[in-house]
């Protein structure tokens, strides 16, 4: 049934210019193409980059005219799983079912790998964008915020700092926006952008991308409780074991999954309400319930 | 002696727009903040956007039209470093005469720190540079090629890799261009690029940070080896018991001090050259003979 929900002909553009991408770096030494490419090419289910194009195409726009800046999102957030992977900081063994990064190339190595997607996420937009270099700029600003101090690194130091400690409902909230929200939100501001959306469309793309982002988190929470280490291809029940601060864990499984079902159909008024082809973001949206991994 | 050679002028402006700059996160999480300002702060002789701003000013811009772009290239310095001083790296306690980002802040926090300075970096360019787009864009792509998985970073993984094992000079060449000499490029040519440089200007000046970058290279070797570790502010002799690959492991001392002083000539020659005002560009390639640290 999946495939009829999530975009799977998305997917294979993105993955299909991964692959030409990183052919620029075929000179680069072997053991970080090899580490790169292992994380790179892992079988996630690009949302963000999906989701790029996604809003590309409700707005009319090629897909390919947005996949540099969508494809570079993807480098970012497999840089940030690879980080967030070693051993300092979430000691994971499990990635979508195979071995982290560090745990075949060692961490030094890891490290590098994750350093490297992100110098080569800016390079992929510098180099591929064919729009006006206004756009290009606001695309990577978008990014640049989302990815930095204020964005998914200062959501990674809040986990990091408040494991096992106790936290507001107000700090868990932003420190998953921070985390994941914002780099999803760019992902949608970016294929907006590049498409020359209206203002009325970026504030409403915006508001969807924001509950789609919280969403996305909560699903993905309670998938680490209720699912097994297969199924999520990562360790299941990582978060409880480490003391995690969860959506979960403050709210409990029912309440977790009904702000989760809320979210999700605010997103989907907000696109429904916007003339546009919203087909794909809609089923998206309902993806995020039905995911189970 | 030493303040007539090296432009501290440029380095209190660096400095002043750095605290500008840093401000920008203040509502980010302290700690990540903190390990940010520890590092960024740490007396460092600002080489690189020093020779973006003596390039500026050699061609007769304003040092403030540079600065941007000259701090971002320092921020990702300050990142390389705090990655490479890592356990799981070169585990180096001692920087700048001060303990390592991690030592004080933990591995996980300066994980985090290293990357989002990465990402404040194009985040400064892109908020405060004010050039054209394209000049913008073309900056950009200078310092995410020599930061990226053919610059920087190859570098380093190039080092990691063969620590311990033997390397041709051809390879350590090229490790030594990538690991150091690439950003130090990066930050010539792109002082060169918002000042309109001509592309016979942007050839000499790519040839001068070529000389430059090695000569730096050689020299900090050569420190490792000569120097208290109170001198250089890090643990010296810190390669030859690593194992690394030095220019005084391959070439000898003398050898090593003979190409560094090459390499200060040739560069002095080729900006002697050119029509433009030469004399701080003249002083940082001879203080690189004479520095201490």
């Given at each position: 049934?999946?495939?009829?929900?999530?975009?799977?002909?998305?997917?294979?553009?993105?993955?299909?210019?991964?692959?030409?991408?990183?052919?620029?770096?075929?000179?680069?030494?072997?053991?970080?193409?090899?580490?790169?490419?292992?994380?790179?090419?892992?079988?996630?289910?690009?949302?963000?980059?999906?989701?790029?194009?996604?809003?590309?195409?409700?707005?009319?726009?090629?897909?390919?005219?947005?996949?540099?800046?969508?494809?570079?999102?993807?480098?970012?957030?497999?840089?940030?799983?690879?980080?967030?992977?070693?051993?300092?900081?979430?000691?994971?063994?499990?990635?979508?079912?195979?071995?982290?990064?560090?745990?075949?190339?060692?961490?030094?190595?890891?490290?590098?790998?994750?350093?490297?997607?992100?110098?080569?996420?800016?390079?992929?937009?510098?180099?591929?964008?064919?729009?006006?270099?206004?756009?290009?700029?606001?695309?990577?600003?978008?990014?640049?915020?989302?990815?930095?101090?204020?964005?998914?690194?200062?959501?990674?130091?809040?986990?990091?700092?408040?494991?096992?400690?106790?936290?507001?409902?107000?700090?868990?909230?932003?420190?998953?926006?921070?985390?994941?929200?914002?780099?999803?939100?760019?992902?949608?501001?970016?294929?907006?952008?590049?498409?020359?959306?209206?203002?009325?469309?970026?504030?409403?793309?915006?508001?969807?991308?924001?509950?789609?982002?919280?969403?996305f988190q909560i699903t993905d929470d309670i998938l680490d409780v209720v699912s097994s280490s297969?199924d999520i291809g990562k360790?299941a029940g990582k978060d409880?074991?480490?003391?995690?601060?969860t959506f979960p864990?403050?709210?409990?499984m029912?309440?977790s999954?009904?702000?989760a079902?809320?979210?999700?159909?605010?997103?989907?008024?907000?696109?429904?309400?916007?003339?546009?082809?919203?087909?794909?973001?809609?089923?998206?949206?309902?993806?995020l319930?039905l995911r189970k991994s």
């Amino acid at each position: 049934m999946k495939k009829y929900l999530y975009p799977d002909f998305l997917v294979k553009i993105i993955n299909e210019k991964l692959n030409i991408y990183i052919k620029d770096y075929k000179t680069s030494p072997e053991i970080l193409r090899k580490a790169i490419s292992y994380s790179l090419k892992n079988g996630g289910k690009r949302f963000r980059p999906v989701l790029c194009l996604a809003v590309a195409g409700s707005l009319g726009c090629r897909y390919e005219d947005v996949a540099p800046t969508a494809c570079a999102i993807e480098l970012i957030h497999t840089y940030s799983l690879i980080h967030d992977d070693l051993p300092s900081i979430d000691n994971d063994d499990l990635r979508r079912g195979k071995p982290t990064c560090h745990k075949i190339f060692g961490e030094d190595i890891a490290i590098l790998a994750g350093d490297a997607l992100f110098a080569e996420a800016f390079n992929i937009i510098l180099k591929y964008q064919q729009s006006e270099s206004e756009k290009i700029i606001e695309a990577l600003a978008e990014i640049g915020q989302a990815s930095g101090a204020l964005g998914m690194v200062a959501g990674q130091t809040v986990d990091v700092f408040y494991t096992g400690k106790e936290i507001t409902r107000r700090k868990l909230m932003c420190m998953h926006k921070n985390k994941t929200g914002k780099l999803i939100i760019a992902a949608v501001r970016c294929g907006a952008i590049l498409c020359n959306a209206s203002q009325g469309h970026m504030n409403k793309f915006t508001r969807y991308a924001e509950n789609i982002g919280m969403a996305f988190q909560i699903t993905d929470d309670i998938l680490d409780v209720v699912s097994s280490s297969e199924d999520i291809g990562k360790t299941a029940g990582k978060d409880s074991l480490q003391n995690k601060n969860t959506f979960p864990s403050m709210f409990g499984m029912e309440k977790s999954r009904k702000i989760a079902e809320k979210k999700v159909s605010e997103a989907i008024n907000i696109v429904k309400s916007m003339e546009i082809n919203s087909e794909w973001l809609i089923k998206i949206a309902n993806f995020l319930l039905l995911r189970k991994s």
